[in-house]
């Protein structure tokens, strides 16, 4: 198989797709590998070392595009990007498709085999390709909360962890898992005051034993909610519902409770956003918005900053996938990986993920059902 990795193009995203520990499997393999010029410079790699391990340098996007079976990315295809893809290619990335409608139709309209990072999922409920990534935007939301706290941000001008005879920072996280929890270590750490709320009660119990007593959970619920919320001088908005919209837990009407010069984090942006005054993406060189006096963080690419230690996490975890995908071919690997196969979105004009059909009001088809429509 022919691999293709570009150079990512969204605003400030400085990850790339593949290491030169990847390119050296692809190609002991038997595969070829083809990358954009300069597409890991932002991760601290060197066109050079991709040469070294077996890649061949391309000039430009399109020409990547245009001789790869599989692309291979971070983020989604931008729409500049829309015109490269070609009908029976495999696109395997982070998708966010549920909140994308002008996405989900490029693809559809492209007929590309679309295969989701984020949906990717064992049978015991984990997101292999999600986790690491989400374990950055957690740790990484506290502190940028912490420095947009700060006043030179408009934020109330307090340290997370307070000073002897003054109060610390009330962290208050909207969601149990991956992201809250790493959320939660860092705030802990930094001294802060910490309330998770989740809606599994034993995912809570979970929080409680590993975090000693350090944290308060809460069960969430709209009550539970707003009196967090009201209290917050960090809100985290850490909710997630695999492949889909993400619900709006926290209205605009609790945020006007807020303190002025809070802060609140939305790291559930890439899906629409847990919060409702969180109502448009901001971007790494214009981060923040003013709302009801509050600071609001948009950014849906946290991880993208953070390049190096990202992009390594990132391919730790792809590369066996996408390994299956091109040894066996798409069709194979996905009917014999269970947890590959709910990775597939979209599949030759038709959308094959619940999720994404029931938030943009598609056909849904069962993808076992696509794979064999020949």
């Given amino acids: 198989m022919k691999i293709g990795v570009p150079k990512e193009i969204k605003t400030a995203e400085s990850r790339v797709a593949i290491t030169p520990a990847g390119v050296e499997a692809f190609v002991k393999n038997g595969n070829e590998v083809y990358i954009e010029k300069d597409a890991g410079i932002g991760s601290g790699i060197a066109n050079e070392e991709y040469v070294k391990a077996g890649a061949k340098i391309l000039s430009t996007a399109k ?14 295809p931008q729409p500049s990007e829309y015109d490269y893809l070609k009908e029976g290619q495999v696109l395997f990335t982070y998708l966010h498709l549920a909140p994308d409608k002008q996405q989900t139709e490029a693809l ?24 690491p990534m989400s374990e950055v935007a957690g740790r990484m939301s506290v502190t940028i909360g912490a420095y947009l706290l700060t006043n030179l941000n408009e934020g109330r ?35 802060a005051r910490v309330t998770i709320l989740d809606v599994n009660p034993v995912r809570l119990a979970y ?14 619920n709209s009550f539970n909610i707003a009196q967090s919320v009201k209290k917050a ?57 003013i709302k009801h006096g509050v600071v609001h963080y948009s950014v849906p690419n946290i991880p993208g900053v953070v390049s190096r230690t990202s992009t390594f996490a990132l391919t730790n975890v792809t ?7 091109a040894s066996k071919g798409y ?10 196969l709910k990775g597939l979105n979209v599949y030759k004009g038709m959308v094959t993920y619940k999720p994404v059909a029931d938030a943009q009001g598609l056909e849904y088809v069962d993808p076992i059902d696509a794979l064999n429509i020949e």
């Fill in 157 to 191: 001008g307090i340290v997370m962890g307070g000073v002897p005879g003054v109060e610390p920072a009330e962290v208050v996280i909207i969601g149990g898992g991956t992201v809250g929890t790493n959320a939660a270590k860092v705030a802990v750490g930094m001294g």
């Fill in 108 to 131: 559809l309209k492209k007929k590309v085999i679309g295969i989701a990072y984020e949906t990717v999922q064992l049978d015991n409920g984990a997101l292999p390709l999600l986790t």
């Fill in 331 to 340: 069709k194979k690997a996905l009917l014999e990986n269970k947890a590959l």
């Fill in 233 to 289: 001088d960090l809100l985290i908005g850490a909710v997630l519902i695999p492949g889909a919209k993400a619900p709006k837990l926290v209205t605009e009407e609790m945020v006007k409770t807020m303190k002025k010069g809070a802060v609140i984090v939305d790291v559930a942006i890439d899906q629409g956003g847990c919060i409702e005054t969180c109502d448009r993406t901001t971007s790494h060189k214009d981060p923040y918005f």
């Fill in 63 to 76: 020409e990547v595009y245009d001789v790869a079976d599989m692309i291979m990315k971070v983020k989604e």
């Fill in 319 to 325: 590369l066996p996938y996408a390994l299956e995908i």
């Fill in 207 to 220: 929080l409680d034993d590993i975090f000693g007593g350090r944290v308060t959970t809460l069960m969430s």
